[in-house]
């Protein structure tokens, strides 16, 4: 199974699987998965980080690095996940997390989201 995490959680993944749930942890060690980060993701970061955010404090070039080095797949943006947006119902107003909803749906992957708004979308996403 293909697995998309969603910004919080591939923040709390670059710190160490403890930190995560335990559902996803136990979705994250099965050898089958493969893991996935969104460009979307490290943009938000990108922009986050230099906000000052608390949340935000990974450096985005080495949050990257991290996460290729450690056997994570980036998925860019393409102009059919874009348009895919389109087709959501308003239920968050988030751009980056519409954007992850549309990349799960379009490449047929499971979106792994602690956001309880974001899991209220109908698709391929389980709240963890």
């Known amino acids: 199974m293909k697995l998309l995490l969603d910004t919080h959680v591939l923040l709390w993944a670059a710190q160490g699987l403890e930190r995560l749930p335990l559902e996803a942890q136990r979705l994250m060690c099965v050898s089958e998965n493969a893991l996935f980060f969104s460009v979307a993701s490290l943009w938000e970061v990108v922009i986050k980080h230099s906000l ?3 949340d935000f ?3 985005p070039q080495l949050l990257r690095r991290c ?5 994570y ?3 860019p943006i393409r102009s059919e ?3 895919a947006i389109e087709a959501l119902p308003p239920l968050h107003k988030d751009p980056f997390d519409r954007l992850l909803v549309a990349q799960a749906t379009v490449e047929g992957m499971l979106l792994l989201t602690a956001d309880e708004r974001l899991a209220g979308y109908p698709g391929p996403i389980r709240r963890v």
């Open 81 to 83: 996940h874009v348009v």
């Open 52 to 54: 000052g955010r608390d």
């Open 73 to 75: 797949a980036e998925l």
């Open 67 to 71: 996460l290729l080095d450690n056997g």
């Open 57 to 59: 404090k990974a450096p």
